[in-house]
């Protein structure tokens, strides 16, 4: 039998001694910077072409790699019950065994959300479920029919699909195997090191610097998403209490003034608070948008359709169960017929792109869940990533959602929430529930809301690339080049969104996701041979933690 070795603890990513980029690795952050810019420079000076070839790209993907979306995203579902269940990795604990965790759950559960997922609740709570109650794959079967009460829980089966445990399994994989290979192995905060048990120290060199561009770029697009929603959505909360309407143009869309107004107050208002740090001005903006988020929910519940979306939430979630096994594995193709050209359409436009969504978004909110999570156990980081946020998100789209289609069932709305943007869509809602003068009032509350939430998610984003970019290291050092990533993401969602609209945001994301999400099977991979092999190193007395244990946290 031969000798177990103790696991590998130290990693050397060669980064700059001086000058500007001090601190950081310059293979990593100047070809990030460079292949961005190339893309920004490209769909400005060049339109026509870029949008062009991405679209190409992205029609590809979308035609070629669903059944790679639809299987790996299963994968993370799976990897993440294994290990919760599984008795020898669900005990050990992101750190020495006497940590505890540095954040309140509250706080813990606040950060999570509002970084994950609190941008698009705003937005797809109320749109989602009108959309699937309209079309979705029962409705294009036959086996249902569209806005009627038979396609109601179908219209949550499909939205608790695309944002419950599929889209939490991806983002605790990545911020398990990071946390895992930071806090018990001393490794840097970066992608690279959750791949050390495949790779090895080839990860020093330009094998990790690749991963770690990848993942930068991946949390560049991916974010960029979330903000071209938020931006569309406040742009048309600011039309809502008065304030802007000349932010829009003759066609009710978004002007060009009116999208770099809105990315000049949210990335300012995000850089200043990244410069604050995590356990400042993070942990302040997620915990008022948390106690904002209590409100305007239970606004919904009081207010809304309360039975409606009481039957949406407990029926909904039943039914998403029982039917989660088979909706996980399924793969429409096109076969030449109309029925399976139009459930592959519909299965690209919606699950294929949220897949696409959650990978893109993976590395950003993985490596943020990683940052505020030492100290916690395997079993208790995978449940409370997965679960907990996942409930919210079906609380969020019963009440929301259910509030909306009960209004339009009844006559109530008459067709004015259907019409409206998907931004727009709650504006109007709680517009018809108050009236004018209280709508207004609400109006203002959830457009700051949503200024929390799109500050937050930025400036988490704009951390944790410069993370990333400085080997794991989240220092002071950092502060020139958080505002160069504050300006750059501005630049990018503006860009995008004023040549092309969120399509060409889209487009670019789904293309920037497909290489990260090889990257996050091998993380998977790379974390069941560690816990595994760390048991093996238990029973022949072989230390597998490596590092000092944290100070307690004032």
């Given at each position: 039998m031969s000798k177990i070795e103790p696991p590998l603890s130290d990693l050397p990513i060669k980064t700059a001694e001086g000058g500007f980029y001090h601190g950081f690795s310059k293979d990593v952050t100047i070809t990030s910077k460079l292949l961005v810019g190339l893309l920004i420079l490209w769909a400005v000076v060049f339109p026509e072409q870029a949008g062009g070839i991405l679209s190409g790209f992205n029609s590809f993907i979308l035609t070629n790699f669903a059944t790679w979306y639809v299987w790996v995203m299963a994968l993370f579902v799976i990897v993440c019950l294994v290990l919760?269940?599984?008795?020898?990795?669900?005990?050990?604990?992101?750190?020495?065994?006497?940590?505890?965790?540095?954040?309140?759950?509250?706080?813990?559960?606040?950060?999570?959300?509002?970084?994950?997922?609190?941008?698009?609740?705003?937005?797809?709570a109320v749109a989602e479920p009108l959309y699937h109650f309209k079309n979705n794959p029962e409705v294009i079967q036959g086996l249902a029919n569209g806005e009627s009460m038979d396609n109601f829980i179908n219209a949550y089966k499909y939205s608790y699909l695309h944002w419950g445990f599929s889209a939490w399994s991806s983002y605790a994989v990545t911020g398990l195997a990071l946390a895992f290979f930071a806090y018990r192995r001393g490794l840097p905060l970066t992608i690279r090191s959750s791949l050390t048990p495949l790779f090895g120290n080839a990860l020093s060199g330009w094998v990790g610097h690749i991963i770690d561009i990848v993942a930068v770029i991946a949390t560049i697009l991916g974010v960029a998403q979330t903000l071209g929603f938020g931006v569309e959505q406040f742009i048309a909360g600011m039309n809502q209490?008065?304030?802007?309407?000349w932010m829009l143009n003759g066609e009710g869309a978004p002007s060009t003034a009116g999208i770099v107004v809105a990315l000049v107050i949210i990335m300012g208002a995000s850089t200043m608070s990244a410069l604050s740090g995590v356990g400042k001005g993070i942990k302040w903006l997620s915990n008022i948008n948390m106690g904002l988020s209590?409100?305007?929910?239970?606004?919904?519940?009081?207010?809304?359709?309360?039975?409606?979306?009481?039957?949406?939430?407990?029926?909904?979630?039943?039914?998403?169960?029982?039917?989660?096994?088979?909706?996980?594995?399924?793969?429409?193709?096109?076969?030449?017929?109309?029925t399976s050209a139009a459930l592959a359409s519909w299965q690209g436009g919606w699950t294929v792109f949220y897949w696409a969504w959650w990978v893109a978004f993976a590395p950003f909110v993985g490596l943020f869940l990683a940052r505020i999570s030492r100290g916690r156990t395997i079993r208790e980081f995978v449940l409370g990533a997965m679960i907990v946020p996942s409930i919210m998100c079906f609380v969020w789209f019963s009440y929301g959602g259910g509030t909306a289609i009960d209004m339009e069932l009844s006559g109530v709305?008459?067709?004015?929430?259907?019409?409206?943007?998907?931004?727009?869509?709650?504006?109007?809602?709680?517009?018809?529930?108050?009236?004018?003068?209280?709508?207004?009032g609400m109006a203002v509350i959830i457009v700051i809301l949503l200024m929390t939430y799109l500050v937050t998610s930025a400036d988490s984003a704009v951390l944790i690339v410069n993370t990333i970019n400085a080997a794991g290291d989240e220092g002071p050092k950092a502060r020139p080049h958080i505002i160069f990533w504050g300006v750059i993401l501005a630049v990018i969602v503006g860009a995008l969104l004023i040549i092309g609209g969120l399509s060409a945001i889209q487009t670019a994301m789904v293309i920037g996701a497909l290489p990260f999400s090889v990257v996050m099977l091998l993380m998977c991979i790379s974390l069941f041979k560690a816990i595994y092999r760390d048991g093996l190193r238990a029973r022949a007395g072989v230390e597998t933690i490596t590092i000092l244990p944290q100070e307690p946290a004032e």
């Open positions: 919760a269940i599984w008795p020898a990795a669900g005990r050990l604990r992101l750190g020495h065994d006497n940590e505890r965790p540095e954040f309140s759950n509250f706080s813990w559960f606040s950060m999570m959300f509002g970084a994950g997922i609190g941008v698009g609740m705003l937005t797809w209490i008065g304030l802007g309407s209590i409100f305007l929910l239970a606004f919904l519940i009081i207010f809304g359709s309360t039975w409606f979306g009481t039957q949406a939430l407990f029926v909904g979630m039943w039914e998403y169960i029982i039917a989660l096994p088979g909706m996980l594995f399924t793969v429409y193709h096109d076969n030449g017929t109309e709305a008459e067709g004015a929430i259907y019409a409206s943007s998907d931004g727009g869509k709650i504006f109007t809602m709680t517009n018809i529930i108050l009236g004018d003068v209280l709508g207004w």
